[in-house]
């Protein structure tokens, strides 16, 4: 059944809007009434109560800001007359590590076909990587890219060329500009996979960054971390790694990175350094040799069954509404525990985005001292983020606000629900890999593409990524998942979103039923039964994090 309007948790004093609502509305919910002082928006949110200035306003249980003026029952909520606000935190030496576990009956002795992997992991794709170890090896890349993507039958599936072409041909014909606007010149060719030269490789990925000299020591480590971890992912059969050979992020530092993550490091890598080999054109030419033999090497992989243990989904959003952190973000919350609940593993990231919320995942975590790192962590980096004349409360785009997420506290407790109701196993500082089952928590900025990014360095094979207002962010190695918190939403931008939640919203569907049908979904695509929108696309968004400043 339809409703006007949401309380999300009992205590609030805010009611979120479903429709676009009118001043003068008189809206009924729970016994109550309430008459609209001005019209409100859906996915908006309006007060169940007279406040007066400086009182508090809750949602989602927990303080989402401070009134800056006297307000009204039935008074829309804005940036002018709402200030971000959220309560402190402390760690507690008590553990609430208690939970309801759900029924995953249905689940049982599922499996989905994988790439196993000697370390005991598996992949749910077969890529190989070319690594770059500083950004001066990035004209390298390119030219290898342009030499192994079509021959090899990796190309784009959209022929825009074709497009520009027939375009070009009618303005040579004389065509007006009227014309070509009017022209009818998509043209969707057809992915053949028979034409790949490997057919059990997925695809060669180029690992393109800015990053590896220039900034001080501490980037130039973490960047070797991450790319260590995406060198060791399941999703990887081996590597061709360029380095120039001076910069800061050496070779050696990358090795022992690797060691790090896998002790007994087996895959094929091929690592060649320009200012050793000396021309571009025998270093192109060595790249390439390795390169084929690597991807011979890959094609002897086969998809095999494997538990469901062996998901690791990151957990990402971008583009939020006012709907996300009411329908699709509590969905994924729900498949996360379904999943934890089967012994797999759940990475919840952005930590700008758990503002306010940081006391229910501290008293989550399983051990004081793993509360004591996530409070460590979440103090140092809103600490710099001050010290940079920012901050978490400006952690709102113009996007969120627009569609109701006005403080960042409204936005991080929507964004929080991601993470399901589970124990924090493990709380990990940019770029660890996760290595136990059960919901881990990943410092990571809450910029789309780095977050991304960054947890599937620390080992997430899937990627669920919810959207309010629609991105087509994707990932190189790793499946990214789109869904959509709004019906709208969905039939809008259909091309990029995989997974409709705006039935929730409509009634249609409850958060449960959703997170279910989620999890299905999940375990086709590691199954690689289901290409999704990204891997479709050939969205392959790769952003490290940079931490430190340029020197």
């Known amino acids: 059944m339809k409703h006007r309007v949401l309380k999300v948790n009992p205590s609030d004093n805010v009611l979120v809007a479903l429709t676009d609502l009118n001043k003068g509305d008189i809206i009924h919910y729970g ?6 002082s ?14 007066s200035q400086g009182d508090e306003v809750i949602m989602y249980g927990v303080l989402v800001g401070k009134v800056q003026e006297d307000l009204k029952k039935g008074s829309l909520l804005t940036t002018a007359n709402l200030k971000h606000a959220a309560l402190g935190f402390e760690t507690s030496a008590e553990r609430k590590t208690t939970w309801n576990i759900p029924d995953v009956s249905r689940w049982a002795g599922k499996t989905f076909k994988g790439y196993h992997r000697a370390d005991g992991s598996v992949g749910t794709a077969n890529y190989w990587l070319v690594v770059p170890m500083v950004f001066c090896e990035n004209r390298n890349l390119d030219v290898l890219k342009e030499s192994l993507i079509e021959p090899l039958g990796y190309g784009r599936k959209n022929d825009y060329q074709s497009q520009a072409d027939k375009l070009i041909a009618m303005y040579r014909t004389g065509a007006k500009p009227s014309d070509i606007l009017e022209a009818e010149v998509f043209v969707e060719k057809q992915s053949d996979k028979s034409n790949r030269v490997f057919p059990n490789v997925d695809g060669i990925k180029f690992l393109k960054h800015d990053g590896g000299c220039g900034g001080i020591r501490q980037d130039a480590e973490t960047l070797c971390g991450l790319l260590a971890g995406y060198i060791t992912h399941p999703n990887v059969a081996g590597a061709t790694v360029l380095s120039l050979g001076c910069q800061n992020a050496q070779v050696s530092i990358l090795q022992k990175e690797i060691a790090k993550r896998d002790a007994n490091f087996s895959k094929p890598l091929y690592i060649l350094e320009q200012q050793q080999i000396g021309t571009e054109a025998d270093l192109i030419s060595e790249a390439l040799k390795q390169t084929m033999a690597g991807l011979a090497e890959a094609n002897q992989n086969k998809r095999e069954d494997a538990p469901l243990s062996k998901i690791t989904i990151g957990l990402e959003c971008g583009g939020s509404d006012g709907f996300s952190g009411i329908s699709a973000n509590p969905a994924i919350g729900y498949t996360s525990d379904l999943l934890i609940a089967l012994g797999g593993s759940v990475i919840l990231a952005e930590f700008p985005e758990l503002c306010g919320v940081e006391q229910n995942l501290s008293d989550r975590c399983v051990s004081v001292s793993e509360a004591e790192r996530f409070s460590n962590l979440m103090r140092t980096y809103e600490r710099r983020a001050e010290e940079a004349g920012s901050g978490f409360d400006m952690n709102p785009s113009p996007g969120n606000i627009k569609d109701g ?5 409204i936005k991080s407790a929507g964004a929080a629900k991601k993470g399901g109701t589970s124990p924090v196993v493990e709380v990990l500082d940019y770029p660890e890999k996760v290595t136990k089952p059960g919901l881990n928590l990943l410092c990571t900025p809450g910029n789309d593409v780095e977050s991304t990014t960054a947890e599937v360095g620390s080992g997430a094979n899937v990627v669920l990524f919810t959207t309010g207002l629609g991105t087509p962010t994707g990932n190189p190695i790793v499946p990214v998942v789109k869904l959509s918190s709004n019906t709208t939403l ?3 931008m259909s091309d990029i979103i995989d997974i409709n939640t705006g039935t929730i919203i409509e009634g ?3 958060i449960e039923e959703a ?3 989620i999890l299905d979904y999940v375990i086709a695509v590691a ?4 290409e999704v929108s990204a891997v479709r696309h050939g969205q392959d968004d790769f952003i490290p994090w940079k931490r430190g400043v340029s020197l």
Request: no cysteine; aromatic share 8%.
């Open 527 to 530: 199954g690689g039964e289901i």
């Open 515 to 517: 997170g279910a049908r």
């Open 508 to 510: 249609e569907e409850t």
């Open 490 to 492: 969905f039939n809008k």
């Open 31 to 36: 016994g109550e009434e309430y008459v609209l």
């Open 405 to 409: 997420l006005i403080t960042d506290a």
């Open 38 to 51: 001005e019209d409100v928006k859906a996915k908006h949110k309006f007060l169940t109560e007279d406040l």
